[in-house]
Nanobody
Framework: QVQLVESGGGLVQAGGSLRLSCAASGRTISTYSIAWFRQAPGKEREFVAGVRWSGGTRYNADFVKGRFTISRDNAKNTVYLQMNSLKPEDTAVYYC??????????????WGQGTQVTVSS
């Protein structure tokens, strides 16, 4: 059973940056794809970015637009989401999920508990 634990969320002003971490246990991320999703109040959970076990990455082109970067540190078994130029509309609970880089949350076998990101205007 893979366990994922997010950290790094918080309150930041618009234009600021945050780096989220997703620490995995139970499986090495060098053989496991991991993605970030987010869910704002009253909205559906949406795909943000994913990194495949092979190293390839993909992003949600609708809103990332070069502001976010997903990366991983195999030695620490951790995946990161660096978020720059944050906007109030980025406010959401951010989740990491394992087993895919699909847009569909149903394709993921494991989920973290989420970390809150709040961007003030």
């Amino acid at each position: 059973q893979v366990q994922l634990v997010e950290s790094g969320g918080g309150l930041v002003q618009a234009g600021g940056s945050l780096r989220l971490s997703c620490a995995a246990s139970g499986r090495t991320i060098s053989t496991y794809s991991i993605a970030w999703f987010r869910q704002a109040p009253g909205k559906e959970r949406e795909f943000v970015a994913g990194v495949r076990w092979s190293g390839g990455t993909r992003y949600n082109a609708d809103f990332v637009k070069g502001r976010f970067t997903i990366s991983r540190d195999n030695a620490k078994n951790t995946v990161y989401l660096q978020m720059n130029s944050l906007k109030p509309e980025d406010t959401a609970v951010y989740y990491c999920a394992g087993g895919s880089t699909s847009d569909k949350s149903a394709d993921y076998a494991s989920w973290g508990q989420g970390t809150q990101v709040t961007v003030s205007s």
